[in-house]
């Protein structure tokens, strides 16, 4: 029964650590990609609940980036969301903003 323990223990933790690694992940280019336009993490992650972030960052996040294209405010950003680096990061881009959406409890260290 201990080696059940052992292994349900172990899992739980790796998968813990696996989810963090993602959300740090996307906290990372948050503040690489985002932060001299948007501020702190908390004031835009914090703006929607986890089902708009998920909408708004669904196939690889072109609703953001349709988002930005099409503002005259976001042009310093358009190479960015135009490049494969974005699809490419928009899956932890997308952990992070869900991980501290308004509805999830959790504030975010990036400010």
């Known amino acids: 029964m201990s080696k059940i323990n052992l292994f349900v223990t172990f899992s739980f933790l790796l998968a813990a650590s696996v ?25 835009l992650a914090a703006s929607k609940n986890t089902r708009t972030w998920e909408k708004i960052m669904d196939r690889k996040g072109e609703k953001l980036a349709d988002i930005h294209i099409a503002s005259r405010r976001a042009q310093s950003s358009w190479d960015y969301f135009g490049d494969r680096k974005f699809t490419k990061d928009s899956r932890h881009l997308e952990d992070f903003l869900t991980e501290y959406a308004r509805d999830s409890g959790n504030v975010p260290a990036c400010n």
């Open 19 to 43: 989810v963090n690694a993602a959300t740090y992940k996307g906290q990372k280019v948050y503040i690489e990609s985002c932060k001299d336009c948007h501020g702190g993490g908390q004031e």
